[in-house]
């Protein structure tokens, strides 16, 4: 299946090459980072395919298409970053694969695969948690930040506070009671008729409208701990819908006088979300005394967040970083770099044992 002579390219052996694998829900990540003896790890590759085109004519993933599509995306992705990378793999020293959270299915698909790898090469395995993928994301940009800092970690599944005091040192300060960010914004959006998923052309149509027009709850800002609550925002976005007589109408198709209102509406719901997570952000540094705050997840692609956070942090000298936006959202690379940061630290657990032991709920703060 793979060409397995031992490549030129990896003549250097005092680096490392991990393989990284993502197939936790909607899009299957591939990549390969050099980890060398001293120093950064190196993205040298990635390739990712995106589900969102097959899930959106059902306003949703359906997890059985998801994990048929990884079988399908998974070994041409791989042979992708390999011939993009110039390596084979028989130069890969260790397969990391997306041990959880996320679909049984899917992440059973990923798993499985980089186990058949590690047996048929004879290289060791290392199932890494999907948040602590995105919680080190930073790490790749032109800005990487520094231990100890706050964490913000808004994605589709999980909106949370954690303070991080390097590799494997995760401290939870707060999370959602009920929907996360991402869920926040994915189901207002389709409340509003907009395509699956709802964050971005929630975000796109936001730009449109004035985010003073409705008056929209912000749940637990005031609740004297670091938690969240989505869920009371998309239900009072419903009723404005209902009282306009717009719920479920596709947001795409509407007259332009509708379309402002829905673009107000959409402008409304970015900021309360927006306002909530910086708060309790600022909070959380507060309460830390720490000077450096992380944004990962796929929220933190969101444009309103990274310009109100950037300004309300350089009036307090706070610095705050956020991975490349193309690795934002679920990707390979942040994959394969939480496994390096893992080894380095001397914090990673490599089996030799091709298990099938995925997570499919696994607390980060946990590890
Ligand atoms: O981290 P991620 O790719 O997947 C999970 O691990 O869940 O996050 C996906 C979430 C979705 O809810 C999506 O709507 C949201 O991130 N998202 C955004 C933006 N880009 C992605 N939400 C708001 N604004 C965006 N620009
Ligand atoms: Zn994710």
């Given amino acids: 299946m793979f060409e397995t002579a031992q490549s030129p390219a990896n003549g250097a052996a005092c680096e490392r090459l991990i393989l990284g694998v993502e197939s936790s829900c909607d899009e299957t990540g591939l990549a390969l980072i050099a980890l060398p003896k001293f120093g950064a790890p190196r993205l040298l590759s990635h390739a990712l395919h995106s589900q969102i085109d097959m899930h959106q004519a059902y306003g949703g993933v359906v997890p059985e298409l998801a994990s048929r599509d990884h079988i399908r995306r998974v070994v041409p992705l791989a042979r992708q970053v390999l011939s993009e990378s110039g390596r084979l793999m028989s130069d890969v020293d260790v397969i990391a694969y997306t041990r959880g959270p996320g679909l049984a299915g899917a992440l059973l698909v990923g798993a499985g695969v980089a186990c058949a790898l590690g047996a048929a090469l004879g290289k060791p395995l290392l199932g890494v948690h999907h948040l602590e993928g995105h919680l080190l994301s930073p790490f790749l940009s032109e800005d990487p930040p520094e231990f ?43 409340l509003m008729g907009l395509p699956y998923p709802g964050g971005p052309h929630l975000a796109k149509l936001a730009m449109q409208g004035r985010p003073d027009v409705f008056d929209l709850p912000r749940p637990m800002l005031h609740s004297g701990n670091l938690d969240f609550s989505f869920a009371g925002l998309k239900t009072a976005v419903r009723t404005h819908l209902v009282r306009q007589g717009l719920l479920d109408q596709p947001a795409l198709l509407v007259e332009q006088s509708t379309q402002a209102l829905l673009a107000d509406l959409a402008a409304a719901t970015q900021a309360a979300i927006v306002e909530v997570l910086i708060k309790k952000s600022l909070a959380a540094l507060k309460v830390t005394g720490l000077k450096r705050v992380v944004v990962a997840g796929g929220v933190g692609a969101n444009k309103l967040l990274r310009e109100q956070l950037d300004q309300a942090c350089a009036r307090r000298g706070i610095r705050v970083h956020y991975p490349e936006l193309h690795l934002c959202t679920d990707n390979g690379a942040m994959i394969a770099l939480a496994a390096a940061m893992r080894i380095q630290a001397g914090r990673a657990t490599l089996s030799m044992e091709p298990t099938f032991d995925v997570k499919p709920r696994w607390d980060l703060s946990t590890l």
């Fill in 148 to 190: 100890p800092f706050v964490a913000l970690l808004v994605s589709g599944g999980h909106t949370q506070l954690m303070r991080v005091d390097g590799v494997g040192r995760y401290e939870l300060l707060g999370e959602t009671v009920d929907d996360a960010a991402g869920e926040a914004f994915d189901k207002s959006a389709k």
